[in-house]
């Protein structure tokens, strides 16, 4: 009989969701990307923004939201982590955040969460991000972080940057789907992470009658994976959704981690049963198909050069297909361009 694994020492491979697998392989095929990754994390001001920010930051720690210091110091050693910094403020411009990449991360609280979120909620957010450092991830939040600061300072300057940031902002929403599984296992059930997914769909109160049908939340999950998939099938309503920064897609992820759980994938790697990676053999490059319903949104290089589905493909009488067809050719060609201001972007950044 197979021994049972330590949790803190299980390969993160095992619970890394197939659809971030690929999009990584999909960001490694960006041009100069890995070797840009180490130069995004450093560039991303991360260091220069904590020491700005020192003044209106509290540390956690044991004289200081001591039991919030416990409940971190406990979910860090179940993934083999210590030492991670924890900062509550009253200025974060998001809930939480994940910074300074996989050697020098900390997580950034906002205070409010300090009053809304129980125990449990809190338990699973942490969890997602002690989750992503383990995973290996930190390092793409921060790069995608520093793409999104790109975009957002030089504006129509930065468009050319699209290119890597879409591949980002693709590979960050799966992500997402990593860090919850790693949170669900961590906390011994998917629970607390789908109460957390519901809060985040905007049904974490309790006013009203609060949820009394769980199943009625995973309708509307597989009412928006439908939703998603047949939206997605156009080009450019893909780039539009998958640059939505505020598109979590949490009843998705919810309905996700419920079914993983559901199928007995997570008891049977928390035995030592599984030991190859889910979707392992993934074929990033044959990923699409006019059928996929992959849960998450589709990886950057279907739009700079993946097949077409149906509802792309001309039509006799058609009176749009030409234009259509003409801005499909026109985002491909700027595409290009944005890889090639990509490049150019590195090798001056070298200098």
Known sequence: MTA??????LNAELYRHPGERAARERL??????QKALDMLTDSSGADAERQAETASMIRVGPGVYPRLHELWVDIQSRFGLSGIPLHATASARVPCSLRGGNDRPVVILDCALLDDLPEREMSALLAMQAGTVRLGNASLVAAADFSRWFIDVYGILGAPALLPAWGLENWRR?????ADRAAALAEGDPESVASLLNRFAGAGSSAWGGITRPDD???QGLEA???????SNN?????????NRQNDVALIRRLDLMDWFAEGVPARILSGEVTEPEGATF???AAWSGTDKDPSLAYWGEFAGGGSDSSDKSSSGCPFCGMKDAAGKGINSFMKAGEAFWNTLMDNMKK
């Open 4 to 9: 049972k694994p330590d949790f803190k020492y």
């Open 28 to 33: 490694k095929k960006i041009p100069g990307f």
């Open 174 to 178: 799966y992500a997402a789907f990593s």
């Open 217 to 219: 939340i995973r309708v």
């Open 225 to 231: 994976l439908s939703r998603q998939a047949d939206w």
């Open 235 to 243: 080009k450019i309503r893909r780039f539009a959704l998958a640059m």
């Open 283 to 285: 074929d990033a490059g």
